[in-house]
């Protein structure tokens, strides 16, 4: 049976594939339901994959937590990137004495039958934007230990120390030991 990634992001199924070779992407418009707990939002867009197609399907939501705001914006980063930008984020966690975030990337997986989750995270700082990327919150995450946002790092560097990469390894660990 196919193993399907739900994406748009070209960028995405690129790194993905290069943990799990044998997927497939699917761009289909799925809704999305805004909720503070990312397993919800992933179970909820399975389910209605599971609808259109039938297959294995895995997705994914990949949020910061910022420390100073109690875990937020998590799953809500998209409509935070919105309405302030980069730069607005920054200017808001400045004025905090803790600029501490965690980057996370939650991959929920099912065969139509039972759902799976596995989760990846990179610890860092928010700083100052620097650096053109297209993944939105890249330029103001520091990861710890280094001192190039993801955004100033090549793609190659970057993905080998992402969240994504790390719950996509889960994944494909996960996958290599069903029968």
């Not at 209605?48 to 705001?69: H, M, N, P």
Request: proline content about 5%; glycine content about 8%.
């Amino acid at each position: 049976m196919t193993l399907y990634f739900i994406t748009g992001n070209s960028n995405k199924l690129a790194e993905a594939k290069t943990i799990i070779s044998d997927i497939e992407g699917l761009d289909i418009d799925l809704p999305e339901i805004q909720e503070i707990d990312p397993e919800k939002i992933i179970k909820e867009k399975l389910t209605e994959a599971c609808k259109v197609r039938q297959g294995e399907f895995f997705c994914e939501d990949t949020s910061i937590y910022l420390d100073c705001l109690n875990g937020f914006p998590g799953p809500l980063i998209k409509w935070m990137l919105k309405t302030l930008g980069t730069q607005g984020i920054y200017d808001l966690v400045s004025k905090y004495p803790n600029h501490k975030i965690t980057a996370k990337t939650i991959i929920g997986y099912t065969n139509g039958k039972e759902t799976k989750f596995f989760s990846g995270e990179v610890k860092g700082t928010l700083v100052k934007p620097r650096g053109e990327t297209n993944f939105g919150w890249d330029p103001i995450f520091l990861p710890d230990g280094y001192d190039k946002t993801f955004a100033e790092m090549e793609s190659a560097q970057k993905n080998m120390i992402s969240m994504r990469r790390k719950s996509l390894e889960k994944l494909n660990e996960y996958l290599d030991s069903k029968p």
